[in-house]
């Protein structure tokens, strides 16, 4: 077997139709490590789609990605999460590489972010580049880190140059509700790795994270919204100095 798709979701019956409809006939095997907490049809879609389902309370990202790896029978596998499309651009790429013979152990693969079906331009929202396609004996994921999970490769890495596409934001509760979650995580990852907050940290760190999102990395291109997006992050970062601040209390 060549392909896995994998896919981690709880409770995604609002966008996993479409992420399942755009692998196409790419996949020699779609597995989903569904938690068995959901609520929705989230099940009933997948199997539908022919997906492989199996159970698995959600621990944290990268331990449910390692037991996605595991559960996966292809020589190569492909991570694609609820709200990502794989675009026929892609498939395509992907398809013509893996009937060759690649030279890499895994492929980043450029994203674009929609926030409100606006694809953005900059603020270190593109290209975003992801590392996901992964030859499986050959990746495993870092699992001391909660959030934004990183990939231990044995071998190195190449670039795709067709996209991705991301739903990330369609509205203002759905963006407070990540970046708290997001802040969270980001806040315990700090608290295991033994760092310790400083009084300037509440000010420098969120001011720096406005600048770079904003000018840096060139928010300024999309605008007011680029703009306000840059001030969420900046206010995010300080709360997750504040939530590590609990956390060392």
Request: proline share 3%; with cysteine; glycine share 8%.
């Amino acid at each position: 077997m060549l392909l896995s798709v994998a896919m981690i979701a709880r409770d995604e019956e609002r966008h996993i139709g479409a992420a399942l409809a755009s692998i196409g006939d790419l996949a020699d095997e779609i597995v989903v490590l569904l938690d068995p907490r959901t609520r929705d049809r989230t099940a009933e879609i997948c199997l539908q789609a022919g997906a492989r389902v199996v159970e698995a309370i959600f621990e944290s990202f990268p331990a449910q990605r390692n037991r996605a790896l595991a559960e996966c029978q292809g020589q190569w596998v492909l991570f694609l999460d609820a709200d990502e499309r794989i675009t026929r651009n892609l498939q395509h790429e992907i398809r013509q590489l893996l009937q060759g013979q690649p030279e890499y152990a895994g492929y980043w693969i450029p994203r674009f972010n929609r926030y409100w079906g606006r694809a953005l331009r900059g603020g270190g929202w593109y290209p975003d580049h992801q590392l996901r396609l992964l030859q499986r004996s050959k990746a495993q994921y870092e699992t001391s880190r909660l959030v934004h999970e990183l990939v231990i490769l044995d071998g190195l890495k190449g670039r795709l140059t067709q996209h991705l596409e991301h739903i990330n934001i369609e509205s203002w509760a759905e963006l407070r509700e990540k970046q708290q979650r997001y802040a969270q995580a980001e806040a315990a990852t700090l608290y295991r790795n033994g760092v310790r907050v400083k009084p300037q940290n509440y000010i420098l760190q969120p001011w720096r994270a406005i600048w770079r999102r904003y000018i840096t990395w060139g928010g300024y291109r999309d605008g007011l919204l680029g703009m306000l997006l840059a001030l969420v992050m900046g206010w995010y970062e300080f709360k997750m100095y504040l939530a590590l601040a609990k956390h060392r209390a």
